[in-house]
Each structure stands twice: as structure tokens, then as C-alpha cells.
């Protein structure tokens, strides 16, 4: 089946100490996100790429990057993981463009320790 | 951004009982997603709504778009255990990428 993977499920990391997230699709769709979700919140959107053009959010810290390096893998850096850094990383895929949802994965909770 | 609130919060019904989730938007609307989380896990895709006074049913779950009142509501019929979890509306902003969720109302269904 056509999918969202993200890898690893469950990250334990200390503080500062730089950590990658990775995803992969097989649905072969041009844009991919990275939303991070704190306890009982929304999803908040980070960044997204559609196909190899980078937007960020405004208030996406600098802590954060991506990286794309083809249409099926994107990375999450977290260059200094902070305590409020801890939280569920989702990633999510679609087409592009009016009435294309989302796919997600199933996220990397990630700990900091 | 765009901003998506969502009522009520979190919900306890009994099985069997019908119920109503409430999402607005503080912007237009260019599409309004439905979807479940359960604890942990990534999002579901449920359904889209996408023109003002749509209507889509999905088993016994079915959403309903108010465009004017830049609204949509999810309502579930007869609910079952099976169908707690976190419901999460989503919507594009005017950039059709970039894409922004409520918090999310917490369903539980007592058997």
C-alpha cells in the first residue's frame, strides 16, 4: 500500500544535542510537511516543500530545519533540542493544490532529556 | 495564519447517542478536512468539504459545510466505542499548501 513512513517511532534525545527525523513516502505526491503537536494541541505547522521549494513558517524556530533530497525522503533537523522541544513530529504528504488532504504518518514522539 | 476553533473541546456520550462537533474559521474557507487521531498515532483522513451547503456522509459520520459562516459540522449517529478519538478539523489557507488544524475535539464513547 501507498504510504506515509516515519522512522523512528519513539526518539529519546538529551538536551542539545542534535537530532534527525526522517519520513518517506511511496505516494509519490509533490508536497510534504513537518507539523509538530504538543499535548492536546493542534498541529502546528513547521515548514512544508513543494517539491524542492522550501516555505517556512514565520515562527518556525531557527532550531529547526528540513531537508528534501528527493521527492520521497524529508528530514527534520533539530539542530539544539530544547525541553519544550519534546513532542509528537508529524509528517504529511499531498498532491498540492484545492481538495488534495493530507496523508500523514504515523509521527515520532520525540523525548528530550 | 489561519485560525480553526473547534467545540466542544472534549465529549462523553453514551453508546448509541447521536452527537455534534462544531468547527470555525477566523478566515475564508478554501476547503474544510475532517479528520481522526487516536493517542499517538498520525491523523486520519476522513472526509473534504469544499463548496458552501455540502454535505458528505461516511458511514455513520457526516460533515457539513456553512461557507458564509465560514463553518463545518461533524456529526456522528448512533456512536459506537469505535469511533473515539481526537476529530481534528483542517483547512487551507489562501496559499492552497499551506494548511492549518483546529485542536481538536476529544471523543469517548461509553459502551
Known amino acids: 500500500d501507498a504510504m506515509v513512513i516515519q522512522n523512528p517511532r519513539y526518539q529519546v534525545t538529551q538536551f542539545g544535542k542534535p537530532v534527525t527525523l526522517s519520513c518517506s513516502q511511496t505516494l509519490n505526491h509533490n508536497v510534504m510537511y513537518w507539523y509538530q503537536q504538543k499535548s492536546s494541541q493542534a498541529p502546528k505547522l513547521l515548514f512544508h516543500y513543494y517539491d524542492k521549494d522550501f516555505n517556512n513558517e514565520a515562527d518556525t524556530p531557527d532550531n529547526f530545519q528540513s531537508r528534501r533530497p528527493n521527492t520521497s525522503f524529508c528530514f527534520l533537523d533539530i539542530r539544539s533540542p530544547g525541553l519544550g522541544d519534546a513532542a509528537m513530529y508529524l509528517c504529511?504528504?499531498?498532491?498540492?493544490?484545492?481538495?488534495?488532504?493530507?496523508?500523514f504518518g504515523n509521527g515520532t514522539r520525540l523525548t528530550v532529556t | 495564519s489561519q485560525e480553526l476553533e473547534q467545540s466542544p473541546q472534549s465529549l462523553i456520550v453514551q453508546e448509541g447517542k447521536n452527537l455534534t462537533i462544531n468547527c470555525t474559521s477566523s478566515?475564508?474557507?478554501?476547503?474544510l478536512y475532517w479528520y481522526k487521531q487516536k493517542y499517538g498515532e498520525g491523523l486520519i483522513f476522513l472526509m473534504m468539504?469544499?463548496?458552501?451547503?455540502e454535505e458528505k456522509s461516511h458511514e455513520k459520520i457526516t460533515a457539513k459545510l456553512d461557507e458564509k459562516k465560514q463553518q463545518s459540522s461533524l456529526h456522528i449517529t448512533a456512536s459506537q466505542p469505535s469511533h473515539a478519538g481526537i476529530y481534528l478539523c483542517?483547512?487551507?489557507?489562501?496559499?492552497?499548501?499551506?494548511?492549518?488544524f483546529g485542536s481538536g475535539t476529544k471523543l469517548n464513547v461509553k459502551p
Open positions: 504529511a504528504t499531498s498532491r498540492g493544490g484545492t481538495g488534495s488532504p493530507l496523508h
Open positions: 468539504l469544499q463548496k458552501g451547503g
Open positions: 483542517g483547512a487551507a489557507a489562501n496559499n492552497f499548501n499551506k494548511f492549518y
Open positions: 478566515k475564508t474557507l478554501y476547503g
